[in-house]
């Protein structure tokens, strides 16, 4: 089992992944609109399922492959954190994109929402970096199995975005009309993911060299 230290921050980070500006938020707020609260569930189902793979990719040896390769894993590293500055300047930049601004999008049956969740999933880089760059980093062979704690940490980084998606699906009508007919609320959301985003890829840079030393 991780450390309980580990489990703490290892959650709060993943909180503060799933709070910001990205690919699955954009999408499960503008399905469910678009097509209701049952279409924006069944797409989080594929969500789920991405998570699931990228999760047991690492735990069962693609994370272990990297980190014997100093040279990819820096790689790895500052582009995850070039990308996370990047969607903090999205975020914050005049014009900028509020993840609640909606998408139109047509209408599917559940089994390609459940595809298109996956897809979108899979295919986010934040969720790569989450866990080739930064789960390895809250193991501590010492302590047990890296498995078991890989394992721990993944479904614990699932239920998270699980219980805070499945909200967002629920409310992503109410949440949208909110702050879309309040510029104050949209600006200071923007802004504070965007600070979200910069501490996330502060960390990830500095953390990892700390790591290494």
Not at 69 to 89: E, H, Q, S, T
Not at 183 to 194: E, F, S
């Given at each position: 089992?991780?450390e309980a230290g580990n489990?703490?921050?290892?959650?709060?980070?993943?909180?503060?992944?799933?709070?910001?500006?990205?690919?699955?938020?954009?999408?499960?707020?503008?399905?469910?609109?678009?097509?209701?609260?049952?279409?924006?569930?069944?797409?989080?189902?594929?969500?789920?399922?991405?998570f699931v793979f990228y999760?047991?990719?690492?735990?069962?040896?693609?994370?272990?492959?990297?980190?014997?390769?100093?040279?990819?894993?820096?790689?790895?590293?500052?582009?995850?954190?070039?990308?996370?500055?990047?969607?903090?300047?999205?975020?914050?930049?005049?014009g900028g994109n509020s993840?609640?601004?909606?998408?139109?999008?047509?209408?599917?049956?559940?089994?390609?929402?459940?595809?298109?969740?996956?897809?979108?999933?899979?295919?986010?880089?934040?969720?790569?970096?989450?866990?080739?760059?930064?789960?390895?980093?809250?193991?501590?062979?010492?302590?047990?199995?890296?498995?078991?704690?890989?394992?721990?940490?993944?479904?614990?980084?699932?239920?998270?975005?699980?219980?805070?998606?499945?909200?967002?699906?629920?409310?992503?009508?109410?949440?949208?009309?909110?702050?879309?007919?309040?510029?104050?609320?949209?600006?200071?959301?923007?802004?504070?993911?965007?600070?979200?985003?910069?501490?996330?890829?502060?960390?990830?840079?500095?953390?990892?060299?700390?790591?290494?030393?």
């Amino acid at each position: 089992m991780p450390e309980a230290g580990n489990i703490l921050a290892f959650g709060a980070i993943a909180l503060g992944i799933v709070l910001t500006p990205g690919p699955n938020m954009v999408y499960l707020i503008s399905r469910s609109i678009c097509q209701g609260w049952r279409a924006g569930l069944f797409s989080l189902f594929g969500v789920a399922l991405g998570f699931v793979f990228y999760m047991l990719c690492a735990a069962f040896g693609i994370t272990a492959l990297l980190m014997t390769v100093p040279l990819a894993y820096d790689a790895l590293r500052f582009a995850g954190a070039l990308y996370l500055l990047y969607l903090a300047w999205q975020a914050v930049k005049p014009g900028g994109n509020s993840p609640f601004q909606v998408m139109e999008l047509p209408v599917d049956v559940h089994r390609k929402l459940f595809l298109m969740g996956f897809l979108t999933n899979v295919l986010n880089p934040k969720i790569a970096v989450l866990y080739l760059s930064l789960l390895p980093q809250f193991i501590d062979p010492h302590t047990g199995s890296v498995l078991a704690q890989s394992l721990v940490l993944g479904f614990e980084q699932i239920a998270i975005s699980l219980t805070v998606n499945t909200a967002i699906v629920l409310m992503a009508g109410s949440v949208a009309t909110f702050l879309a007919t309040r510029p104050v609320w949209l600006a200071t959301q923007r802004w504070l993911m965007g600070g979200v985003l910069t501490a996330l890829a502060v960390r990830l840079t500095f953390e990892g060299a700390r790591q290494q030393s």
